[in-house]
């Protein structure tokens, strides 16, 4: 079964400072990945995600990610901290593969508040 | 395009009562999702229908029944109601199952 870990369910960043997201995962062969954002009181947007290929993923609002396989690793980062980023960041795993027969929905960590200092 | 539409946007249920809750994506993905959300708990999935006429349990699908009605629609009954199932329901729909979901923007459920 694959699972996803968000180390730290608060995190706390000045405005200005780096922003670092750790999200591990569990999966038997290399899965896809994402970065959700969610705003309050909203539903959720991707950030970015990995499938295949180059391993440094940039997405929107300034965030990137890098896959590293040795370490079963995702980590979101962004070089600055805006107030704007005060959110709800969640990571996701696909399912192990397409069997054509059924579609199992990603497998979410449960969450990092983001918060920005100003 | 409206993406993923979800309604009622709020709901209070008492214990026992059933409601629908509806959701239409006007994206031509062949696969829809509903998923909860839970204070410290990330999103977990209840049921997930990979085509029209298809439907299958996720991890939590205890107490709901779906019904894909065709392919832009997918709705999750609550049959009678329970305060355990007090939560925030996203509708999801994809293409490729292993591809990018997106996501209404939810239903807040309070069952008193």
């Known amino acids: 079964a694959q699972s996803v870990t968000q180390l730290g369910s608060h995190v706390s960043v000045s405005e200005g400072a780096l922003v670092l997201l750790r999200c591990n995962y569990s999966?038997?062969?290399?899965?896809?990945l994402f970065w959700y954002v969610q705003y309050p009181n909203q539903g959720l947007q991707l950030l970015l995600k990995y499938t295949t290929g180059a391993t440094l993923v940039k997405g929107i609002n300034g965030f990137e990610a890098e896959f590293k396989k040795s370490e079963t690793s995702f980590h979101l980062t962004k070089p600055s901290a805006h107030m704007s980023d005060a959110a709800e960041y969640f990571c996701?795993?696909?399912?192990?593969?397409?069997?054509?027969?059924?579609?199992?929905?990603?497998?979410f960590g449960k969450g990092t508040h983001l918060i920005i200092q100003p | 395009n409206a993406g993923v539409t979800q309604t009622p946007k709020f709901q209070v249920l008492k214990t026992g009562q059933s409601m629908t809750l509806q959701c239409a994506q006007d994206?031509?993905?062949?696969?829809m999702y509903w998923y909860r959300q839970d204070p410290g708990m990330g999103l977990r999935l209840i049921y997930y229908s990979a085509s029209e006429g298809t439907t299958d349990k996720g991890e939590v699908p205890n107490g709901y029944n779906v019904s894909r009605l065709n392919k832009r629609e997918f709705s999750l009954r609550l049959e009678s109601a329970a305060p355990s199932q007090t939560s925030v329901y996203f509708c999801?729909?994809?293409?490729?199952?292993?591809?990018?979901?997106?996501f209404g923007p939810g239903t807040r459920l309070l069952v008193l």
């Open positions: 996701a795993v696909s399912p192990p593969r397409y069997s054509g027969g059924g579609a199992d929905g990603l497998t």
């Open positions: 999966s038997s062969v290399p899965p896809y």
């Open positions: 999801a729909s994809g293409g490729h199952p292993r591809e990018t979901q997106y």
């Open positions: 994206m031509n993905h062949n696969s």
